[in-house]
């Protein structure tokens, strides 16, 4: 299993979708190529970041995937931000943007609520007491789909009166 992740305490990391590894992975390097393909992890204070590549590399087999596995997790001791990439859209269609939202916030959910939050509360911990938690959807950032838009400002309401979690449209986060 402590093959199946990493950890920095660089200041600036680029997580991204590696398609020829099948999971996520993240650089230290600004990513020039594909760096609107990217969520930017930005530790000023240096903390151990931990990235937990979960869709193809740490959660497999049929039982577990029904339902959708969110791409990675990322760590701190204070923090979990779960992360879905929809990086590959290319459409700037208003439907297909809220098809590609929905399916990412159900992988999202259904990875913390049916794997996560239970395999945690099956060993006594209740992880809400031990990291605030967040999800994150990840689009191409040069398609401009942020929570700033209505209609996704709509699905995080949703989300935050339903599961009582922060949902964010956004290829960035400052961890603290």
């Not at 200041?11 to 991204?16: A, D, N």
């Not at 993240?26 to 990217?38: C, E, G, R, Y």
């Not at 740490?58 to 929809?86: N, P, R, Y």
């Not at 099956?122 to 401009?144: A, E, M, N, P």
């Amino acid at each position: 299993m402590e093959d199946a992740f990493d950890k920095s305490d660089d200041e600036h990391l680029y997580v991204y979708d590696d398609q020829s590894l099948g999971y996520s992975d993240w650089t230290n390097v600004v990513p020039a190529a594909f760096l609107s393909k990217t969520f930017h992890a930005q530790n000023s204070n240096r903390n151990t970041l931990v990235l937990l590549p979960l869709d193809g590399r740490i959660i497999t087999g049929e039982h577990f995937i029904q339902g959708g596995i969110c791409d990675c997790a990322l760590l701190t001791d204070k923090e979990m931000s779960l992360v879905e990439f929809k990086t590959n859209v290319l459409s700037t269609n208003y439907l297909t943007l809220l098809q590609r939202a929905n399916e990412a916030i159900d992988q999202l959910w259904h990875t913390y609520d049916s794997i996560i939050s239970p395999g945690c509360r099956r060993v006594g911990i209740d992880i809400t007491l031990k990291v605030s938690i967040d999800f994150y959807v990840v689009f191409d950032s040069d398609l401009s789909v942020t929570g700033v838009r209505a209609d996704f400002q709509n699905l995080q309401n949703v989300f935050l009166q339903n599961n009582h979690f922060p949902l964010f449209f956004e290829n960035n986060k400052p961890f603290t």
